[in-house]
């Protein structure tokens, strides 16, 4: 597997495999990866020729109070789980590599960022799309794989290729979970032993939301509020918000009638802030 700091090494490389009439598969990660970022090189792998992971912690996604510190790394790990699973190339450039002195040009989606997680983090979207958008021309990729878990994200990046003309396939797949039902999440490290088995409170919420939804409950507000107390009956989780929208526009509705996201943020006593969703298409 080729190591690759330098964009010019992924380019080099991606020429070859072009000439050789190749396929090449993306997998944006920020690293510290887990079985969630592993069904997605998976997946990958059995349908592309060639499959590239970039390792990036992107700086410009995260806000002025926000993890960029802590943000836990490990890339030797990084580079061990992805060539056991058949990647041929990780790419984990330094932030100067990505941005270079005087970098003023920024990519963002208007409207289906600014409900849920846009909400509270204001610039995080338009780094997504900033650092993606580079992602995709660096790799010339074929298709790009990312995870259900950031349902929001997955759907910015489709608005994002459909309204700028990308030629590029996106690929999601689904939320892959502990077997107690925990959402896969680098950040689930933060989480002492107790707290993570308070965090089940989350997933056990939205399986009884979903359950409504799935058996013909039409009024949105009473599915949130329902999601919202089972949340709340445990005292260290903080409800950032639990909101249904529209899965095309990602916009509020009150009447469940079509393709709709539930997607909940919640605190773990103040200090962790963990997403989970269910999509009902």
């Avoid at 509270?120 to 298709?143: M, Q, W, Y």
């Avoid at 939205?206 to 359950?211: A, D, S």
């Avoid at 089972?230 to 393709?259: A, F």
Wanted: proline share 4%.
């Amino acid at each position: 597997m080729i190591r690759a700091t330098k964009i010019d090494e992924v380019k080099a490389n991606v020429r070859e495999w072009k000439k050789a009439g190749l396929t090449i598969g993306l997998v944006p990660t920020m690293g510290y990866l887990h079985e969630g970022h592993a069904s997605l090189i998976e997946r990958a792998r059995r349908e592309c020729d060639k499959v590239i992971v970039s390792d990036f912690v992107n700086p410009i996604q995260f806000g002025p109070k926000e993890d960029l510190a802590t943000y836990p790394r490990d890339f030797e790990a990084d580079c061990r789980l992805c060539e056991g699973l058949g990647a041929d190339l990780i790419f984990h450039p330094e932030p100067d590599e990505m941005y270079l002195d005087g970098f003023h040009s920024y990519v963002g989606v208007d409207t289906l960022s600014t409900e849920l997680c846009g909400k509270s983090r204001p610039i995080h979207f338009n780094g997504v799309c900033t650092v993606v958008s580079k992602l995709f021309n660096i790799t010339e990729a074929d298709k790009a794989y990312f995870g259900e878990k950031d349902a929001q994200q997955l759907a910015i990046v489709k608005r994002m290729v459909r309204d700028l003309n990308f030629n590029i396939e996106i690929v999601g797949c689904p939320i892959i979970r502990e077997e107690d039902g925990l959402a896969k999440s680098s950040r689930n490290t933060y989480l002492n032993e107790d707290e993570r088995k308070k965090a089940l409170i989350i997933h056990q919420a939205l399986t009884k939301g979903e359950q409504m939804v799935r058996s013909g409950e039409k009024d949105a507000n009473k599915v949130k509020e329902t999601v919202r107390s089972i949340i709340e009956s445990e005292p260290i989780c903080r409800v950032d918000y639990v909101e249904i929208v529209d899965w095309n526009e990602l916009q509020k509705v009150d009447t469940i009638d079509g393709p709709i996201l539930t997607a909940v943020a919640v605190y773990m006593d103040e200090k962790v802030r963990l997403i989970d969703n269910f999509i009902v298409e």
